[in-house]
């Protein structure tokens, strides 16, 4: 989607571009294989940083799979009544997470916000700590032109409108829920008010 609003066909042809950006997805995203950025060359110094960055993908991955199984074995213990997850507030523990993750995101966008340039490379410092192979130069990596700090800026903006409004969603969802509960609550409360007064005397 960037190619064209970034206007990195100036320096490439679309196609150019584009099968770069698959090969380089594909190393990201897939087990094993070979650092390749199609058409356009690249130093041993930046593949060893695509390394780098695969391997935070594949802790990515791997986090996503262990929560995941985790969660799904917490549900099922709970349908069966193994185990009884909290309600903090009286709402689902997923309420909780998602205003977490909501908050958390909201500080860490607002920040990014205010200067993209500087969480930039406190990202990179902070997660390839002692290394400075991230710092990359257009002439001895070509590559580097199609990745310019806009593209990384617009993942970003991605990313941080994805997750919060899945947040957002749960806690919408979450509230409503917790709404009609409580609404069923009250007819069931009133439906036995109404039983108990009907109840037939015994003149007896």
């Not at 994805?162 to 947040?167: G, M, P, Y």
């Not at 009907?198 to 007896?204: F, T």
Request: neutral net charge.
């Amino acid at each position: 989607m960037q190619i064209e609003s970034l206007g990195l066909e100036r320096y490439y042809d679309y196609q150019t571009i584009k099968t770069c950006y698959d090969q380089m997805l594909d190393y990201l995203t897939l087990p094993g294989g070979e650092f390749l950025s199609g058409a356009l060359p690249h130093t041993a110094s930046f593949a060893d940083h695509m390394k780098d960055v695969k391997g935070l993908f594949m802790l990515n991955f791997f986090g996503l799979i262990i929560s995941a199984l985790g969660i799904i074995c917490l549900l099922i213990l709970n349908a069966k009544k193994v185990i009884k997850l909290c309600r903090p507030f009286g709402m689902h523990v997923s309420f909780i997470s998602a205003v977490s993750i909501f908050g958390f995101f909201l500080i860490v966008g607002g920040l990014v916000a205010i200067d993209f340039e500087k969480a930039f490379v406190i990202f990179h410092k902070l997660f390839f700590p002692g290394k400075d192979n991230w710092l990359v130069s257009p002439t001895k990596d070509p590559v580097i032109k199609i990745l310019p700090e806009e593209f990384f800026l617009g993942c970003a903006i991605v990313i941080f409108v994805s997750i919060t409004a899945i947040s957002l969603g749960i806690i919408v969802f979450q509230i409503i829920a917790k709404k009609r509960r409580l609404g069923q609550k009250k007819i069931q409360k009133s439906l036995e008010n109404d039983t108990d007064l009907n109840l037939p005397i015994d003149n007896d």
